[in-house]
């Protein structure tokens, strides 16, 4: 009988994660192949990303909503608020995978405030989706208290997890690279972009 050891495991969890992502990226979802050739459309006019590659357009578009579109991280029929919500990703791709969904996007710049109007009513979301102009200094947010709160890149973590406590009893809270903030994380999930690696993190507090 073969007494050694068992050998750990070398796998590392990021690596299926990120696999997973690639698998509903190439080919596209049809309804997020819509939205791609929307944000593809406009930002041939106005600077909606930075994205300058279709595949650059997809990591920015679609990774973090494919990792969202978890029970774990957002329950069925969860009403969530985008704070920040520039060119409406994850939250647009989301709603789109998940049709139990509601939302409420708030953005301050107007231009992205037109094309947000333009995808909900292109991508028959008028019903689950509603975009707010403004700021999130502007409270009331009308619609609060939401189940769920979630900010991309809009503030620093620990910040946006304080402000976050007016909206919502859980948040979601993102991060590229550093570490995630300290709070009762009820889930998480580490991973990297499909095409450039980059890393990625993300986490659900009770707030």
């Known amino acids: ?5 068992p050998r750990e495991s070398t796998a590392n ?7 997973c992502i690639r698998a509903r990226l190439d080919p596209l979802e049809p309804g997020w192949g819509r939205y791609d050739a929307l944000v593809a459309t406009w930002g041939a006019r106005i600077d909606l990303t930075g994205a300058r590659t279709a595949r650059a357009r997809a990591e920015i578009l679609f990774a973090d909503a494919v990792v969202l579109d978890d029970p774990a991280l957002v329950p069925p029929g969860t009403r969530l608020i985008d704070v920040g919500a520039g060119v409406g990703a994850p939250t647009i791709p989301l709603l789109l995978a998940r049709p139990d969904l509601s939302a409420t996007l708030l953005e301050p710049r107007r231009r992205r405030v037109a094309f947000l109007r333009t995808a909900v009513g292109s991508l028959d979301l008028v019903g689950r989706c509603r975009v707010i102009e403004g700021r999130l200094e502007d409270a009331p947010i009308e619609g609060a208290p ?11 973590p620990e910040e946006w997890l304080r402000r976050a406590r007016a909206l919502a009893p859980r948040a979601i809270a993102m991060v590229a690279g550093d570490p995630l903030p300290d709070g009762e994380r009820l889930a ?9 690696g980059a890393p990625r993190a993300l986490a659900l507090y009770a707030l």
């Not at 009988?1 to 050891?5: K, S, V, Y």
């Not at 969890?13 to 696999?19: A, L, R, V, Y």
Request: aromatic share 12%; hydrophobic share 25%.
């Open 13 to 19: 969890p990021s690596e299926g994660k990120t696999s």
């Open 1 to 5: 009988m073969d007494e050694r050891e």
């Open 188 to 196: 998480e999930r580490h991973y990297r972009t499909p095409y450039s």
């Open 146 to 156: 939401f189940d769920l709160a979630l900010s991309r890149a809009t503030f620093a």
